[in-house]
């Protein structure tokens, strides 16, 4: 449904061997484009199932597109706790 939407996220950390991973989310729309104001990172030193990143922008969307939840690493790799990250979102206007 055509609108204004509220979107949000969050991503949990897990090492894998190193705490020197540099966590990243993002929002994409339509797979391809960052939704402006999306981005997210934390540089500081991670803690394994403690440190986690949110993400929150609000956006307009046509019928028919479609948004998804991007967390990457840079730096060392890691993992994100499949059974704590969220991806939520609603209509506002």
Known sequence: MDGTYLLGASLLYKVNGSLSS?????LVMNGTTEIRGSLGEISGTHVSNATAIWVQTMVPLSAGDTVE??????????YFAADHTTFW????G
């Not at 540099?22 to 993002?26: D, F, Q, W």
């Not at 979102?89 to 506002?92: R, S």
């Open 69 to 78: 939840l991007q967390g990457y690493f840079r730096g060392a790799d890691g």
């Open 22 to 26: 540099r966590m990243r989310g993002r």
């Open 89 to 92: 979102g609603t209509k506002i």
